[in-house]
């Protein structure tokens, strides 16, 4: 059964950080993409940012230069550090393991982390 967990939500004012994490199993965790999406209420997903199995990244514009992606895969956990934050990161933060077969593709979800941005 595969399980993500994310941790490290929570309250910070503007311009403050945070730290996600987020502890996968049943997944043969350095085999896949790992990233993190978000969705502010009445707004559809988005991507934050990902990390492949081979350590290429890639930043939503928004978030570059302020957030952080990396990955252990010895602990199968990827964490989020987010700097400077701005109330417009206001969301719910999900944590995502994707594996690109050669004929189909494999998605699975943390329940999500609620960030609030606000002072």
């Known amino acids: 059964q595969v399980q993500l967990v994310e941790s490290g939500g929570g309250l910070v004012q503007p311009g403050g950080s945070l730290s996600l994490s987020c502890v996968a199993s049943?997944?043969?965790?350095?085999?896949?993409?790992m990233g993190w999406y978000r969705q502010a209420p009445g707004k559809q997903r988005e991507l934050v940012a990902d990390?492949?199995?081979?350590?290429?990244?890639n930043y939503a514009g928004f978030v570059k230069g302020r957030f952080t992606i990396s990955r252990d895969n010895a602990k199968n956990t990827v964490y989020l550090q987010m700097n400077s934050l701005k109330p417009e990161d206001t969301a719910v933060y999900y944590c995502?393991?994707?594996?690109?077969?050669?004929?189909?593709?494999?998605?699975?979800w943390g329940q999500g982390t609620q960030v609030t941005v606000s002072s």
């Open positions: 995502n393991a994707r594996f690109v077969g050669a004929v189909s593709t494999r998605d699975y």
């Open positions: 049943g997944v043969s965790f350095r085999f896949y993409t």
């Open positions: 990390m492949t199995n081979g350590g290429g990244t």
